[in-house]
């Protein structure tokens, strides 16, 4: 299994922007899917966007469609999250994910390695 690392994470107005990385270590990303998810202040672990292998297939939730964008360098085995019009409620520590398998999936038990977590504030 690779080893995942988050970074980026911070405190940010409503309505700013942030881009928080997932960088992978001890194997490679290139051949298989990866994801965020989150995780607010009680509340359950949940899906934000997934990216295939290649980088053609991109899965979003609704809360975050049109707003955030999951993006993949295998060169440097990173993955990006790119999210704008930050709001309050997308406060939450972020994790990524990474499988085997080549595709995008919301379903978190198909990932087989996952990061620490980043934390990422929003202040209204």
């Known amino acids: 299994q690779v080893q995942l690392a988050e970074s980026g994470g911070g405190l940010v107005q409503a309505g700013g922007s942030l881009r928080i990385s997932c960088a992978a270590s001890?194997?490679?990303?290139?051949?298989?899917?990866m994801a965020w998810f989150r995780q607010g202040p009680g509340q359950a672990r949940e899906f934000v966007a997934s990216?295939?292998?290649?980088?053609?297939?991109?899965l979003y939730a609704d809360s975050v469609k049109g707003r955030f964008t999951i993006s993949r360098d295998n060169s440097r085995n990173t993955m990006y999250l790119q999210m704008n019009t930050l709001k309050p409620e997308d406060t939450a520590v972020y994790f990524c994910?990474?499988?085997?398998?080549?595709?995008?999936?919301?379903?978190?038990?198909?990932?087989?390695?996952w990061g620490q977590g980043t934390q990422v504030t929003v202040s209204s």
């Open positions: 994910a990474a499988r085997r398998g080549p595709g995008a999936t919301r379903t978190a038990s198909l990932y087989d390695s």
């Open positions: 001890g194997g490679t990303i290139k051949d298989g899917g």
């Open positions: 990216i295939g292998w290649n980088a053609v297939t991109t």
